[in-house]
C-alpha cells in the first residue's frame, strides 16, 4: 500500500533524468545498429519516467518493474484544474499502459522469442517506434512535474 506525504519534485526530477540517460543510450544504439539494446533502454526510460509519478504525488517509487498498474491511487488523489486533472488521468492511463506492454518487450530485447535471439528479432523500425513511445512518456511526466511545480494540480 503506498502511503502519501508531500510531493517531492527533486525525485521526480532525478527519476526523469535517468529516464533521459536512457533515452539517450536507446538513440545511441540505434544509431550503432544495435536495436535491440535500443529497446531494452527504451523499456527502461518509460519505467523511470512512470517511476517519476510516484514521488510527484507524494509516494515513494516502487522499486519492482511493471509499475503501470499502480498509478490508480495517483490518478484517483489528484486535484486541481479540471482541464489538468483530465490531462493527467490520460496521461498517467496511458504512461501505464505502455510501461505494462514495455515490460514484454524488454523481455524478448534480452532474451529473445520461441528460440530466436533478440538480435534476429528485433529491427531498427521496432527500436525506432518505441523510441518515439519512450520520448512521449518522458515529455509527459515533465509535463505534470511542471504543473505541480506551478500548483495546476496537486494530490490530496
Keep these: 500500500m503506498l502511503k502519501f506525504g508531500p510531493p517531492d519534485t ?49 509516494a515513494q517509487a516502487p522499486t519492482k518493474h511493471g509499475v503501470g498498474k499502480m498509478l490508480h491511487p495517483l490518478t484517483s488523489r489528484v486535484k486541481g484544474k479540471k482541464w489538468a486533472m483530465d490531462e493527467f488521468k490520460l496521461g498517467a492511463s496511458r504512461a501505464g499502459w505502455l510501461n505494462e506492454i514495455s515490460e514484454k518487450v524488454h523481455t524478448t530485447s534480452r532474451y529473445g522469442f520461441l528460440g530466436k535471439s533478440a538480435s534476429d528479432i528485433i529491427t531498427s523500425e521496432d527500436a525506432k517506434y518505441w523510441t518515439k513511445l519512450a520520448e512521449e512518456v518522458r515529455k509527459f511526466v515533465a509535463q505534470e512535474v511542471r504543473r505541480v511545480m506551478f500548483g495546476d494540480i496537486k494530490f490530496a
Aim: glycine share 4%; proline share 4%; hydrophobic share 45%.
Design 10 to 58: 527533486e525525485e521526480a526530477e532525478r527519476l526523469l533524468r535517468d529516464a533521459g540517460r536512457h533515452l539517450k543510450s536507446a538513440k545511441e544504439s540505434l544509431n550503432s545498429s544495435r536495436p535491440a539494446k535500443a529497446l531494452d533502454d527504451c523499456q527502461a526510460a518509460i519505467e523511470m519516467a512512470v517511476k517519476a509519478l510516484f514521488p510527484l504525488a507524494g
